[in-house]
């Protein structure tokens, strides 16, 4: 049997907690320290760990047991009432969430590869990447707010909120946009099944 992830953990475990002190000393949140431990051990840079093989099964787990973690530690402590109050805040900051990443990363796209707007393929395809830059990550939202003190309270919560709600419409939008791809698809099945 092979024990590589044993090692892989070691190392995971060691950098993201040197470099998380390292970011706190200057000021920073220490998840940033965990994203640059990351960057370094991954195939982006020294390509020391990997996700190929039964190895990188055992780490792709262990990320999202992670994450499942995380994000069970942050509905314990948030406070249901505060979130409610916060609702229209949240839903209004993610609104815009959605809609500025969505037409800015489309606009972009489109004009840095002089796509043609009238062509539907080339629309959709714009719209695709404007669509991926909808996405937010909870978890690094929620670490942040934690290690800040602020997950609590009137920002954290309407910050939080936001964030589950940004990923919600992101995948309604993903939905109907990947659905406007087949010409079989009936626009209006798709909204009744979203609904």
């Not at 499942?68 to 815009?96: C, H, Q, R, Y």
């Not at 990447?129 to 954290?156: D, N, P, Y």
Request: with cysteine.
């Amino acid at each position: 049997m092979d024990y590589t992830f044993l090692l892989w953990l070691a190392v995971i475990l060691f950098s993201t907690k040197f470099l998380g002190l390292v970011c706190r000393r200057v000021g920073l949140p220490e998840v940033v320290g965990a994203l640059i431990a990351g960057i370094l051990l991954g195939p982006s840079c020294l390509n020391f760990i990997t996700t190929e093989g039964s190895n990188g099964t055992f780490l792709e787990f262990t990320a999202e047991l992670g994450v499942v973690l995380l994000m069970f530690d942050a509905g314990i402590t948030t406070e249901m009432e505060e979130m409610k109050k916060n609702l229209v805040g949240s839903f209004v900051v993610a609104l815009i969430g959605v809609i500025v990443p969505l037409f800015i990363g489309m606009i972009t796209f489109a004009t840095y590869f002089h796509m043609d707007m009238s062509d539907h393929t080339q629309m959709l395809e714009s719209l695709f990447v404007g669509v991926i830059l909808t996405a937010t990550s909870v978890s690094i939202t929620v670490q942040t707010l934690r290690e800040m003190g602020k997950l609590s309270g009137k920002v954290g919560t309407t910050i939080l909120g936001a964030a589950v709600i940004d990923d919600i419409l992101g995948l309604v939008v993903l939905t109907i946009v990947s659905s406007m791809k087949d010409s079989s698809v009936s626009m209006g099945v798709v909204f009744a099944k979203i609904l």
